[in-house]
């Protein structure tokens, strides 16, 4: 199985500030990786797919980048409603992964 | 808007079966468009972990870690799909969803709002 490294673990942050979030794989998965965030009691949602390409309605403030191993997920100056988990997964190869999560917290 | 809904019992005892359904509103699975529905759980407190798929023609694809204890089915004719999950522990306990896997990129693009089964005598 690939194995994804999502660091830090937990983040803390202002309103206003930009943030770099990582994740990274334990073999090359192209650019076959996928952001979510998740909200406490909801279901994941659809960010950021094939490691750059921001989904419809998406702040644009969301932004991610890499490929191989190696891959990031900024957002710009935080919102109120951006504090949230953050999990990386990997669809290159079955069984699909995800990340540990990053959980980022208000300041 | 494609819209997915778990339903099944929230306990379920020791040694027995987790059996969930996910109706799929909003689209058809027989449409096809190489989806993939998908089981997805989540331990409390934990991340994500994918249990398995399966078209709307049938073909499953597990997660090897679960895969002699999971069956998913399609009944194409109600739009939905079904989780079967056998010899469960206290370790299968954990929010359950369903989710759809696009085609091409692979990703989890709809979500339903998630199950909690619990594993308890």
């Known amino acids: 199985d690939i194995q994804m490294t999502q660091s830090p673990s937990s983040l803390s942050a202002s309103v206003g500030d930009s943030v770099t979030l990582t994740c990274r794989a334990s073999?090359?998965?192209?650019?076959?990786l996928n952001w979510y965030q998740q909200k406490p009691g909801k279901a994941p949602k659809l960010l950021i797919s094939?490691?750059?390409s921001l989904q419809s309605g998406v702040p644009s403030r969301f932004s991610g980048s890499g490929s191989g191993t190696d891959f990031t997920l900024t957002i710009s100056s935080l919102q109120p409603e951006d504090f949230a988990s953050y999990y990386c997964?990997?669809?290159?190869?079955?069984?699909?992964?995800f990340g540990q999560g990053t959980k980022l917290e208000i300041k | 808007q494609v819209q997915l809904q778990e339903s099944g019992p929230g306990l379920v005892k020791p040694s027995q079966t987790l059996s969930l359904t996910c109706t799929v509103s909003?689209?058809?699975?027989?449409?096809?468009?190489?989806?993939?529905w998908s089981w997805i759980r989540q331990h409390p407190g934990k991340g994500l972990e994918w249990i398995g798929y399966?078209?709307?023609?049938?073909?499953?694809y597990y997660n090897p870690s679960l895969k002699s204890r999971v069956t998913i089915s399609v009944d194409t004719s109600k739009n939905q799909f079904s989780l079967k999950l056998n010899s469960v522990t206290a370790a299968d306990t954990a929010v359950y969803y369903c989710?759809?896997?696009?085609?091409?990129?692979?990703?989890?693009?709809?979500w339903g709002q998630g199950t909690l089964v619990t594993v308890s005598s």
């Open positions: 094939a490691a750059s």
């Open positions: 073999q090359s998965i192209s650019t076959y």
């Open positions: 989710a759809r896997r696009s085609s091409g990129w692979n990703y989890f693009d709809y």
């Open positions: 997964q990997q669809s290159y190869n079955i069984p699909y992964t």
């Open positions: 909003g689209g058809s699975i027989s449409s096809g468009g190489g989806y993939y």
């Open positions: 399966i078209s709307y023609s049938g073909s499953t």
